[in-house]
């Protein structure tokens, strides 16, 4: 039987953005779902998972109080936070850097396990070879500021970074000690066999991000759907034997509590057979 935990990311209940003040203002730029939150974990957990991932926004327009008593009155578990930066440009990295220990700070003090972060910039004149090195240097440190608060530290590749698909992914973990987070849909998107992938790195993959993709138009989907079956993802975790928290997450969706009750339904189905 799998060993495996399910949470579900609040960020589908609403739209997707991050902070105009970080426009100047680079330390106080964040990600966050502009969305109830209360509704999101209601759902979350009235779909059957048992665990919450949240942009640091989202995680720090709450106190440590009111985000501890959220949880407990929906029998949520925090699994995750999500961080990002361009983690390529020098002056600015402290800044980066100052943002991301004030989410794992929060994240740790509410018993998540995992702290996750996207990025690496691509600039306007073309990603250059050092770009991958600063790229990994910095994700040291994040993994550097995640051990010092009992967190697992994971990097994230991700569309319109620098780290797409398959030779990206391999090039920056041979760069950096930081745990890989595959995210399914973005990996497919970008040209890359996900199984494949978490089989190629499993020994990197604690945690891990499940979401359907439709290649035309594009647009992430429920597990139940799309253009990139789930279900030989699900198997390479079986072979490679994972354990731990899968989070399914959905970027948008006409009504979020339905995409998450759609991809929990297919994941029992799946999981048991």
């Not at 426009?23 to 964040?30: A, N």
């Not at 925090?78 to 983690?87: C, D, E, Q, R």
Request: contains cysteine; negative net charge; proline residues 5%.
């Amino acid at each position: 039987m799998v060993q495996w935990k399910l949470a579900y990311h609040a960020n589908c209940w609403g739209g997707l953005g991050g902070d105009a003040v970080g426009v100047t203002s680079i330390t106080q730029l964040r990600y966050r779902t502009f969305g109830d939150m209360d509704r999101a974990f209601a759902d979350i957990a009235a779909a059957g998972y048992a665990g919450v991932e949240l942009f640091d926004g989202n995680l720090l327009d709450h106190s440590a109080a009111a985000m501890r008593k959220l949880l407990a009155d929906s029998g949520l578990d925090l699994v995750a936070t999500y961080a990002g930066g361009n983690f390529i440009f020098d002056d600015i990295l402290p800044e980066e850097l100052a943002r991301v220990t004030r989410a794992a700070e929060r994240a740790a003090e509410l018993g998540a396990p995992h702290l996750v972060v996207g990025g690496g910039a691509k600039r306007f004149d073309g990603t250059r070879e050092p770009d991958f090195h600063k790229l990994g240097a910095a994700l040291d440190r994040v993994k550097d500021i995640a051990d010092g608060m009992g967190l697992r530290a994971h990097y994230h590749p991700h569309l319109s970074t620098i780290v797409e698909g398959p030779a990206e992914v391999a090039k920056i973990f041979d760069l950096t000690a930081i745990d890989f987070c595959p995210d399914t849909a973005h990996l497919a998107a970008a040209g890359g066999d996900p199984a494949q992938l978490v089989r190629d790195h499993a020994k990197r993959i604690t945690y891990v991000h499940l979401k359907g993709f439709q290649r035309d138009p594009f647009a992430f989907t429920p597990l139940d759907r799309g253009d990139v079956p789930t279900g030989p993802i699900l198997q390479a975790l079986k072979d490679v034997g994972f354990a731990g928290w899968v989070c399914t997450e959905l970027d948008a969706w006409p009504d979020p509590a339905e995409g998450a009750r759609l991809s929990m339904d297919y994941l029992n189905r799946a999981i048991a057979g």
